[in-house]
């Protein structure tokens, strides 16, 4: 296959996010938007001044929100619920379980600004716990786009999926990477560069650092996968465990903590079904010092060139290096 | 229906529901007794509902807040037609689908899944609102405790609900005085509710809470606000030794107050 090649512009997703949604609100009038004083951060302009009745927003109150969300649901509507990830889902966990994922309401939870995109504003903005919190709750699928084509493609599937979903999106631009026609698939990684040596897995906004790192590794003559894996739940088992056949080694890198989330997921399929080594990349379990989301990625070991040393270090563990 | 009959079908209502604690050796009788009056009067004779279209879009919407009196709403919804009346007796057993909270993908007739204080009234605002942007026309009920006011998430929403001018809720607070551990005025007293509910934009009621003359008009009521009443109740009500004491939030008879208690409804009825 020929590798991916990033787009020289980059993307805030949000708007990919809310053209899709006002492209679907034109068509489908039971699609609202709810909010907590985040019409301008959720970039929900736009859908406000084309609808201002179906535009409700609640105030700074999270748990309100989502309970609203679910009613609005019960009462007929299609709602998207949109706050900043770390008080979407740190603030209103609880209602995410029992009014959403519990009572299955036909809500789309979207986490705007996730990772650690309000970087020097500090961890209590950061969202690097979402995919912990998340993803342990039956009946919600927990999905980070890694470009705006995907976030297109899961708006547009969240829309139509009869079923609560949590979509993680950044503010922070990114390489466009997948082809403009991208269908979203549930569950379904994609294969962006194809390799024997070593799987790299990521999504969100380290999938580009991915393929600028297996690009580096290229030219040490290492052949390196790279799968992007947006859904963390569920999770596709099989390119996992075809993955560590194939390749032997798994390296993970996530905007989020490396504790509970992405490279916990794999780690979890891995060691019951395909024990193979693994690498985790991601915030190291502390709260982050000052610095924007690219900075913290790169103090984190998350530059492609430090992604591609700990592949390099992976490969060297593997029983067939030994 | 009338009050009588009401009164009637209430205490049949709480006789099923003793019975069942009774049986399954669990249940939060206390809660149940005090609610039971407001729950008759919803179901058998102000929410427009269909039992065999529990999904009717144009249903009345009723959310039990306070989820951990399920049972009530199981014997309720049982006689109301929405599940068999035989399955009561599988309250709380192994895969019953009458779990110790109530499931709305389980159980016909549930709006949303309760037991967490706090969630009910968020969610009958969001359905309330839902009318606003459809044009729907239902009403929407949410019964909540009064302990369970403490829980902020309320407040978020009672100021919402006057944001949005949404008079087509209401929220009744069983007003019964006593929360898990103790009475509200020794916890956290939030009473008197009729003026921090005023003074966030709502019309307040204040009834006996078990008396169906008082509780039809209340739940009746309509005006350009959303409608709070503070519904004041007993613990325990029916039951005299239970009554407006702590100690029956969630205790169950032994055999010998079983049978005092099931003489005291029985000779009612």
Redesign the interface.
């Given at each position: 296959m020929n590798a991916v090649t990033p787009s020289p512009k980059l993307h805030d997703c949000r708007d990919a996010f809310v053209a899709v949604l006002e492209r679907l609100g034109a068509e489908n009038s039971?699609i609202?938007a709810v909010c907590n004083d985040s019409v301008g951060s959720s970039k929900l302009g736009g859908f406000k001044a084309k609808w201002p009745?179906?535009l409700?927003n609640?105030?700074i109150?999270e748990?309100?929100m989502?309970?609203?969300?679910?009613?609005?649901?019960?009462?007929?509507?299609l709602?998207f619920v949109c706050g900043a990830a770390c008080f979407l889902t740190g603030r209103s966990l609880?209602?995410i379980k029992?009014?959403i994922a519990?009572?299955?309401?036909n809500v789309k939870l979207i986490g705007i600004s996730s990772g650690m995109a309000y970087g020097e504003l500090g961890p209590t903005h950061h969202s690097i716990e979402d995919f912990a919190w998340t993803r342990v709750l039956p009946n919600l699928p927990v999905i980070a786009p890694c470009d705006s084509i995907e976030t297109a493609a899961a708006v547009e599937w969240a829309a139509n999926f009869d079923g609560p979903v949590f979509l993680r999106l950044s503010r922070v631009g990114v390489p466009d990477l997948l082809p403009a026609n991208h269908t979203f698939e549930l569950g379904k990684a994609n294969l962006l560069r194809d390799g024997d040596a070593i799987t790299l897995i990521a999504n969100g906004t380290l999938t580009h650092r991915m393929v600028k790192a297996a690009e580096l590794l290229d030219a040490k003559g290492i052949e390196a996968r790279v799968l992007n894996m947006a859904t963390v739940r569920p999770l596709d088992v099989d390119a996992i465990v075809k993955a560590a056949h194939d390749t032997g080694a798994i390296l993970t890198a996530e905007e989020h903590s490396v504790y509970g989330g992405l490279g916990s997921a794999i780690a979890e399929c891995v060691v019951t079904e395909a024990p193979v080594p693994m690498k985790i990349l991601g915030v190291p379990g502390v709260f982050a010092p000052t610095g924007s989301a690219e900075f913290l990625l790169d103090e984190f070991g998350m530059s492609p060139a430090a992604i591609a040393d700990a592949a390099v270090a992976l490969i060297a563990r593997k029983p067939s290096q030994a | 229906m009338q009050p009588n009959d009401l009164e009637h079908i209430a205490r049949q209502i709480r006789l099923r529901d003793l019975q069942a604690v009774f049986e399954a050796g669990a249940g939060h009788i206390g809660g149940e007794m005090s609610a039971i009056d407001v729950l008759t009067a919803l179901y058998f004779r102000v929410l427009r509902i269909w039992p065999d279209q529990p999904k009717h879009p144009e249903r009345d919407r009723f959310v039990l807040s306070k989820g951990h009196v399920a049972l009530a709403l199981y014997v309720t919804l049982a006689k109301r037609g929405f599940i068999p009346e035989a399955e009561i007796s599988t309250f709380l057993k192994p895969h019953s689908r009458l779990n110790g909270h109530p499931n709305c993908n389980k159980v016909p007739g549930v709006e949303t899944n309760t037991g967490p204080l706090g969630h009910g009234l968020p969610v009958a605002v969001g359905m309330a609102k839902a009318t606003k942007i459809t044009g729907a026309k239902y009403h929407t009920y949410v019964l909540t405790g009064d302990g369970e006011m403490q829980e902020g998430s309320n407040w978020e929403a009672i100021a919402s609900a006057a944001q949005f001018g949404l008079d087509n809720l209401t929220l009744i607070i069983d007003h019964n005085r006593f929360q898990q551990g103790a009475a509200l005025r020794d916890t956290n007293n939030l009473a008197p509710f009729a003026s921090k509910l005023q003074a966030f934009g709502w019309t307040v009621s204040e009834i006996n809470g078990n008396v169906m003359n008082e509780i039809v008009p209340a739940l009746e009521k309509r005006g350009n606000q959303p409608h709070c009443i503070v519904a004041h109740t007993n613990k325990g009500h029916g039951i005299s030794f239970m009554q407006d004491t702590v100690d029956w939030h969630h205790k169950v008879p032994n055999a010998e107050q079983y049978k005092i208690a099931l003489a005291e409804l029985s000779e009612t009825l």
């Open positions: 039971r609202v009745e179906r409700v609640v105030g109150a748990q309100n989502v309970g609203v969300g679910a009613g609005l649901a019960n009462g007929g509507l709602p609880e209602q029992a009014d519990y009572s299955n309401a | -």
